[in-house]
């Protein structure tokens, strides 16, 4: 018979990756609504209106759209670590690739362990680069897990964690197809703060 140290090893060992899987794939908490289009300035009288999209303004709402997926997916995120179901329809709609693929496997391992989330964490996107000729952006953002916990879906008690940072950088990868934007790979820097 296994020693009662080795599965609650396993589990922290196990809730740890998990922790990181859910974290490097970050969270948004508080970075606004759905409303992500700006309200244009009203024109003034004295100078004429242009009917065409400048090229900022073109860069300027996919840069509006990119945070609105990446917002958007990670609100999923967090429904579905607290939940532990996949919400598969909602999270394609933002996320394809490796992006989606991390999210649900770290949604099925927390859920094998009984694990899920509470709270919520922090996070500061911000659209780094956006080329829409390529149809790509990278994000950058500050994701804090300090305010979000794994505990034992049975108990209500928090999962042990091995020491590691909670606040780090996280840079994502998104791509335009047709006209929506999907976020596609997430990478988080566990070595630095931020």
């Known amino acids: 018979m296994a020693s009662p140290l080795q599965p609650r090893s396993r589990v922290l060992r196990l809730a740890g990756s998990v922790l990181t899987c859910a ?10 609504g759905d ?56 999270l394609a709609k933002y996320a394809k690739g490796d992006a989606a693929a991390e999210l649900k496997k770290s949604v099925l391992r927390n859920r094998s362990l009984g694990i899920k989330f ?30 979000w916990t794994p505990v034992y879906t049975k108990s209500g008690k928090p999962v042990e964690l091995a020491k590691q940072r909670l606040k780090y950088p996280v840079t994502s990868q998104a791509t335009l197809e047709g006209d929506t934007w999907l976020i596609t790979k997430i990478t988080a820097d566990r070595t630095k703060g931020c």
């Open 23 to 32: 974290v490097a794939t970050g969270l948004l908490a508080g970075c606004g």
């Open 35 to 90: 409303d992500t289009k700006s309200a244009s300035p009203t024109p003034s009288t004295s100078a004429p209106v242009s009917t065409s999209p400048s090229a900022s303004d073109a860069d300027q709402a996919a840069k509006d759209d990119v945070l609105a997926a990446y917002t958007n997916m990670r609100e999923i995120q967090i429904k579905m670590a607290a939940d532990g179901d996949l919400h598969t329809q909602d």
């Open 118 to 147: 509470t709270g919520r964490p922090e996070m500061d996107p911000q659209v780094t680069s956006v080329d829409t000729q390529k149809k790509t952006a990278t994000l950058s953002d500050c994701f804090d897990a300090t305010k």
